[in-house]
C-alpha cells in the first residue's frame, strides 16, 4: 500500500537535497511513497529556485506559498499557518524537510502540532552556537521529529547525547523516534550530477577561470553580511589572499549580500575579485570541481569542497560539520584577515589531503526511502 508524504522545500539546497530522494522514488517501477512537493518561496529569486527545479528535473510543486523575506517570526509564523491548511487538506501518512532554515522549522512545528510523523533528512548536526538561528531551528526540528537521518556518525552522536533513543520494540513515533546513520544525499547528488554538469555548463569559460588557477568563495551567513565589520575583515583577508597568491577569487553574490556591499562606504574590494550573480546547480558543481580551494561560511559548501577533494576555509568560529575540520580539510578562520590567509597558505603547501567516505556511499536516498517504507 501506498503512503503519502508531504515534502516541504523553501531555500535553494533543499530543492538540490530533494532532487535525490525524488529520484529515489522514481527510480522504483513500483514506489511504497507518493511524494507531494511544497514550496514555501523562502528562496523567491529565479536564480535562487526556479532554475533549480529545472536543473534537477523536479516537477513543479503542488503547492506554492511565495512567503518571500521578512524577519525570522513573520517569515515562520506565515509559512507555519499556509502548511497548517495544506496539512489540513492533503492528510499526508508523514511530512519530510530538510536541513536547518525557517521552511525546515515551520514543517516541523506544523506536522507535531497535528500528530503527522515528522522526517528529517540531515538531522543531528550540531555547531553548539545558539546565536545561530539554524542552530536553533535544527534543535527544535530534530525533538519534533519521528524519522531522523544523520548524515554522520558524529550526528548520531549529538542526538544521543540529547536523548533521543530508538527501541525497535516500539512503533515509530515521536516518543520513539527512529535514529538512523543514512550517508548525506547531497553526496549522492554530487556523484550522479558530477558528470552531467561538465557536459551543460560553461562556467569556467563564461568566468574567463582556469583549473585550480581560482578560488570559490560565498557569504551569505546574516552575521557576516549584517555585521558591517566583519564583511570589512572578510574583504580584506580576501584581498590578502589575493594579493599573495595572485589568484582570483570569484564571489556569486547571495542577495542579502549584494544589498549589503552596495551599502558599504569606502569598501575597495581587491581587483581580483570578481562578483557574479547566483549560479545555477550545474554551474556550481564545475566550480567546485575546478576550483583551488574555497572560502565560505556555507555549511552545504563545506561538505561539497570535501566531495570533491577540495582544502576549505570557513568564515566562521565554528561548523556544524566538525568531522571535515577533525580530517584536517577545513580551518576555521572565522572573520580573521591572518586566520583566512594562513589557511589559504595551509592548504597551497600541503601535500594531497585524505577524505575518508564519512558522508556515505552514494546512494543515502535510497535507503531512506526504503527505512520510511519500512516503518511508516
Same mark, same amino acid.
Given at each position: ?31 511504497? &511513497? ?137 512503533? &515509530? ?157 577545513? &580551518? ?45
Amino acid at each position: 500500500m501506498s503512503r503519502s508524504i508531504l515534502t516541504i522545500v523553501g531555500a535553494r539546497p533543499q530543492i538540490i537535497k530533494a532532487a535525490a530522494f525524488s529520484r529515489a522514488i522514481r527510480a522504483q517501477a513500483k514506489s511504497p &511513497v507518493k511524494e507531494y512537493l511544497l514550496h514555501t518561496g523562502q528562496h523567491y529569486d529565479t536564480n535562487m529556485s526556479r532554475v533549480f527545479f529545472e536543473e534537477m528535473e523536479l516537477p513543479q510543486p503542488d503547492f506554492q506559498l511565495n512567503t518571500g523575506s521578512g524577519g525570522h517570526g513573520r517569515q515562520t509564523g506565515q509559512m507555519l499557518e499556509a502548511i497548517e491548511n495544506v496539512l489540513r487538506d492533503l492528510r499526508p501518512n508523514a511530512l519530510l524537510v530538510y536541513g536547518d532554515t525557517n521552511t525546515t522549522l515551520a514543517g516541523a512545528l506544523a506536522a507535531a502540532k497535528m500528530h503527522i510523523p515528522l522526517i528529517h533528512i540531515e538531522a543531528g548536526l550540531r555547531s553548539f552556537n545558539k546565536a545561530m538561528p539554524e542552530e536553533l531551528n535544527r534543535i527544535c526540528t530534530d525533538h519534533s521529529a519521528s524519522f531522523l537521518f544523520a548524515p554522520t556518525q558524529a550526528a548520531i552522536h549529538n542526538l544521543q547525547r540529547e536523548g533521543l533513543t530508538y527501541d525497535a520494540a516500539k512503533p &515509530v513515533s515521536i516518543n520513539n523516534p527512529l535514529l538512523k546513520h543514512s550517508g548525506d544525499v547531497m553526496y549522492d547528488n554530487s556523484l550522479y550530477f558530477s558528470g552531467i554538469a561538465a557536459e551543460k555548463s560553461d562556467i569556467l569559460q563564461r568566468s574567463n577561470l582556469q583549473e585550480k588557477a581560482f578560488i570559490l568563495c560565498t557569504i551569505h551567513r546574516d552575521f557576516n553580511t549584517d555585521n558591517e565589520s566583519r564583511l570589512r575583515h572578510i574583504f580584506e583577508g580576501l584581498g590578502r589572499i589575493c594579493a599573495h597568491s595572485g589568484l582570483p577569487v570569484l564571489l556569486p553574490l547571495h542577495p542579502r549580500t549584494k544589498a549589503r556591499i552596495e551599502h558599504l562606504e569606502r569598501l575597495r574590494p581587491h581587483p581580483l575579485i570578481q562578483f557574479c550573480d547566483p549560479v545555477s546547480f550545474f554551474d556550481m558543481i564545475q566550480l567546485e570541481k575546478n576550483c583551488l580551494m574555497v572560502i565560505t561560511d556555507s555549511g552545504g559548501l563545506q561538505k561539497e569542497a570535501y566531495f570533491f577533494g577540495k582544502g576549505c576555509v570557513v568564515l566562521r568560529p565554528e561548523t556544524e560539520w566538525t568531522e571535515i575540520v577533525e580530517t584536517g580539510n577545513a &580551518v576555521l578562520a572565522n572573520a580573521d584577515p591572518e586566520k583566512m590567509l594562513q589557511g589559504f597558505i595551509h592548504f597551497t603547501e600541503r601535500k594531497a589531503g585524505n577524505y575518508p567516505p564519512i558522508y556515505g556511499n552514494g546512494k543515502a536516498a535510497a535507503e531512506i526511502l526504503q527505512t520510511i517504507a519500512a516503518h511508516l
